[in-house]
């Protein structure tokens, strides 16, 4: 058996790395297995992404009512920025550029939230993006909050978040006529 | 000056070797790497030195592609760089802090990629220092950026926060035991991996295991890392209740594994990395039981299973080696350590 990684040296070396509760199988030379570092590096993304690209062509690309047999594929609009393509991006495995992540926004969509079971970061945001950014997040999330109180009928919950609402509302207003 | 955290007066007695953390970011001026080409990488590797250099006087820039092929897999055997990095010859930049601790590679699959190093337990240290270094590099280049989703990365396994936390651990009871195998479907519910390197099928090399977080996405970066140590933490306690039990009910034969692991490396004339690796870590065994005080080398377990790997043993000697020759050198080097 020759090596997975290099395709030169000899697999010696077996490595199980579990992903999602799947076992993955690598076979590698002792350098190519010394050598991985990242996670995602050695597997090959073909198996990353197998199951849910399936997902997101019966999702997206088959239409509802046909068969399923002989679907009518929709051509996935190539990005706009740097030209990829979405079938360049399955294969490959790789986004060409950020706005590959809008255009091609509904394959994106399902992907992260199969990879990644989420498609909500809650972390780090940039600080050039400025206070101004998160103000406006916040502000979306308590207009929901505050509309399922109501729903709820939690009308003291609702007071108390459209007073917090307003507040933000405020600062908002300031920094958007400074700027 | 501080020295490299491999150095550090991390003890043998504990499971955790080292703490990592890595930052993936790109540059919004340029496309990723798949569609960045000609004089845009050049132009983006010298834009991207340019902000790290300018964000700290602590980093210095390391022609990688000028250094011979050894001292190039030193960097990986330290895990300083990745295989990616080095493959092919697009335009590509490290900038390095003196004690190796702190690095940015650029022009990997992201534009820019943070790691910081501790030794021992010092994930929340890393995370300290990687994001310091991200904020100072992100006040001279715009990185991309997605309200909903986060840092944008070129493999959406990364978008999001771009974290990725690991330890290496050591876990030398529990790999003698079918227990990793059993662990493993169980820590991936919380969105954690680990990965041993096994040999034909047996115990992973040295028992020394990467354990990191899965997703980047959806938790803030202290839940991620705070994740990762709750879990990490609970690996640990079934390696000391494995520990517990071998003493319980193995006394002797431990007791005999570690001491032949010390006559064989003090004697040997040949020997694979992977037959030192697993020795080195039955003697580490030996000292985090006690069984083994001494003697005891100067140089911590871990220290030596890094300098017999290929690289570090090539550069030692200077010209390129055959495996056997390698495993011959790696003899004598570890006959030196263990012999007196
Ligand atoms: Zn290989
Ligand atoms: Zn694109």
Known sequence: MVCEKCKKNPASVHMQQFTNGKKVELHLCQECAFKFDNPEMLVPL??????????????????????????VVRPA?????????????????????DVCYTSFAKEVEVLLKNVQGSTRHEGKYPRRMGAGLINKRQITELRASQKRAVEEENYEEAARLRDEIRVLEQAQNEEDNRQ | MSIPWYQESLTDHSEILSSRIRLARNIKKYPFRRKLTGDDASAMVE???LAVTGASTFFRSLDIQSLAKPEQNVFLEKHIVSPEFLNGNLPKGLLISDDQNVSVMVNEEDHVRIQAIKPGEGLTLAYETA????DLIEERVEFAFHTEYGYLTACPTNTG???????MIHLPCLSKSDMPNTILPQIAKFG???RGIYGEGT?????????????????????????????????????????HKLLVTQKSQIEDTVYRAYGILANSRLISAKEAMDLLSDIRLGYITKILEKPKPTKQIYQIMMEIQPGHLQRSVGEEMT??????????YLREIFEN
Request: hydrophobic share 30%; charged share 25%.
């Open chain 2, 47 to 49: 834009e991207a030195t």
């Open chain 2, 131 to 134: 994001g310091q270094i991200d």
């Open chain 1, 77 to 97: 609009k190539p990005c706009t920025r740097c030209g990829m393509t979405f079938n360049k991006f399955k294969t490959g495995g790789r986004l060409g550029c």
């Open chain 2, 161 to 167: 926060t771009g974290l990725r936390a690991s330890y």
């Open chain 2, 203 to 243: 115990a992973p090399m040295g028992s020394i295991y990467q354990i990191s977080n899965q997703n980047t996405l959806g938790k803030s970066e202290e839940d991620i890392i705070l994740g990762l140590q709750n879990v990490t933490r609970n690996v640990l306690a079934k390696e000391h209740m494995a520990r």
């Open chain 2, 192 to 194: 954690v991996t680990m």
């Open chain 1, 46 to 71: 073909e198996n990353i992404f197998k199951g849910f690209l399936d997902q997101i062509n019966s999702k997206y690309l088959i239409p509802p009512g046909t068969s399923g047999k002989a679907p």
């Open chain 2, 323 to 332: 495996e056997q020759e390698r495993d011959k050198i790696r003899a004598n």
